[in-house]
């Protein structure tokens, strides 16, 4: 990574943040890619080699792997081939090999077992689902959101010196400032509108009544949070929010996160935070129970949650769980469709009576699937914000 002195890094960051706004959910997702301890394209973020998001999985491109255009040797080498009309790129390492043929949509291992995962096409090269491939040669996948500065990939082995916290720690700066200068590349310049002056008109002077002048209702900061607990359609609730630009706390249970690793992954692909539901009839069950869930995410996505939202919860459990560190989300509106409909109108009529924010809970039922579409845009309609659940936003 480029040294930079302190002093040019502190004056190009307050320079930034007095024309830049903090990021907000007009904007792209941006995805900075970092290998071992170094970032992909450090003088400045391309559009053509950064990460991109297809059905909430993440893709890299197949450059990643390129030792001698990245300077970073992650093991795994690769040949592109366009033979008899088939377009295939094979990444491989002495002890595997992944082959992905983009003209029929297949990938298939060394020993020609089929593989479920496939290779797609964006800005003109191949990108590569970057979580399988790396399971696939053991490589170390980080899904890192960041608050103000888009999403840190970062794909390891064992060169790599710093865990993810001091790497994030470290570098916090030097992803701020590249990402305030990529979204400025993204805005246009303004132009000045020409108009053209008209004379005053004096108004006829009438005696009419005051009319009294009515403030529009404030609108609330509304956070949702979706329970996976039925397993209906987890998926395209995910999808829809994202679609619209919405971002959620997604809740599961530790026993079920590895059955719905899939679906932990594209929460986490999406801008999703992840969180854990448990019973909290026994503080020290809830305990062990959210501790064994970390273990789970840090195995199955190479990350960890500090959020949980526990059910049946005496005081006793809630104020050890916060005592441990652990930030707990608790609903103010009940938007569960249960067995029946998603109770639109219900939740409006909820969120309405809050004072300034409100938190909504709602499940992955077939109902919600069905109707979260026509929620967000009656949100929206109300004036409402719709805002991420960040850790600093819980106690």
């Not at 290998?35 to 394209?41: A, E």
């Not at 002495?94 to 060394?110: A, E, S, V």
């Not at 249960?338 to 924010?357: C, D, W």
């Not at 109902?367 to 967000?376: F, Q």
């Given at each position: ?5 302190w002093?040019?890094c ?6 930034l943040v ?10 792209p997702t941006v ?11 450090e003088?400045a ?10 059905r ?7 450059s990643?792997f390129?030792r001698?255009?990245t300077g970073v040797?992650l ?5 592109e ?7 295939t790129?094979?990444?491989f390492?002495?002890n595997?090999l992944?082959c ?14 089929p593989?479920n ?7 003109n090269k ?14 170390q ?8 500065a888009?999403v840190?990939i ?9 865990n993810?916290v ?15 200068k990529y979204i400025?590349s993204?805005t ?10 008209r004379p005053p008109v004096?108004?006829?002077p009438?005696?009419?009544?005051t009319?009294p ?18 397993g209906?359609a987890?998926?395209?609730?995910l999808?829809?929010l994202s679609?619209r630009?919405v ?5 599961f249970?530790?026993?079920e996160?590895e ?7 594209q929460?986490?692909?999406?801008g999703h935070?992840v969180g854990l539901l448990?019973?909290?009839s ?5 305990l062990?129970?959210l ?24 005081d ?14 608790e609903?103010?509106?009940d938007g ?9 109108a ?7 009576r809050?004072?300034t924010s409100?938190r909504?809970d709602?499940?992955?039922?077939a109902?919600?699937g ?8 009656r949100l929206?309609?109300?004036k409402?914000t719709?805002?991420a659940?960040?850790?600093?936003d819980l106690?």
């Amino acid at each position: 990574m480029r040294r930079r002195t302190w002093a040019a890094c502190l004056l190009a960051a307050v320079l930034l943040v007095l024309v830049i706004p903090l990021a907000d959910a007009s904007e792209p997702t941006v995805y900075q890619l970092a290998l071992n301890d170094t970032f992909m394209d450090e003088d400045a973020l391309v559009t053509s080699n950064m990460p991109v998001s297809v059905r909430g999985t993440i893709y890299v491109p197949y450059s990643t792997f390129d030792r001698y255009a990245t300077g970073v040797d992650l093991g795994v080498s690769y040949t592109e081939n366009w033979d008899n009309g088939e377009h295939t790129l094979t990444l491989f390492t002495l002890n595997g090999l992944l082959c992905f043929n983009l003209t029929q949509g297949t990938c298939i291992d060394q020993n020609e077992e089929p593989q479920n995962m496939s290779a797609v096409m964006r800005n003109n090269k191949v990108y590569v689902p970057a979580y399988s491939v790396c399971q696939f040669f053991g490589l170390q996948y980080s899904y890192i959101p960041t608050r103000t500065a888009g999403v840190l990939i970062r794909i390891k082995n064992q060169n790599a010196v710093l865990n993810d916290v001091k790497f994030q720690q470290s570098s916090a700066s030097f992803m701020q400032n590249r990402y305030n200068k990529y979204i400025l590349s993204l805005t246009p310049s303004a132009t000045p509108s020409i108009t053209t002056p008209r004379p005053p008109v004096t108004p006829t002077p009438t005696a009419t009544a005051t009319q009294p002048v009515t403030e529009p209702e404030e609108g609330k900061t509304v956070r949702l949070a979706v329970s996976c607990t039925t397993g209906e359609a987890g998926a395209d609730i995910l999808e829809t929010l994202s679609g619209r630009g919405v971002q959620a706390l997604v809740l599961f249970r530790p026993a079920e996160l590895e059955a719905r690793a899939d679906l932990v992954l594209q929460a986490l692909a999406e801008g999703h935070t992840v969180g854990l539901l448990v019973d909290g009839s026994d503080a020290q069950d809830a305990l062990e129970e959210l501790e064994a869930g970390n273990a789970l995410l840090a195995r199955l996505a190479w990350t960890q949650t500090h959020i949980a939202c526990v059910e049946n919860g005496t005081d006793e459990t809630l104020e050890t769980l916060r005592q441990a560190g652990w930030r707990l989300w608790e609903g103010e509106v009940d938007g569960r469709s249960g067995s029946g409909e998603l109770p639109i109108a219900s939740i409006l009529n909820q969120v309405g009576r809050q004072r300034t924010s409100a938190r909504v809970d709602l499940d992955d039922s077939a109902a919600t699937g069905n109707s979260v579409g026509r929620l967000i845009s009656r949100l929206l309609n109300e004036k409402h914000t719709l805002a991420a659940v960040l850790e600093s936003d819980l106690s």
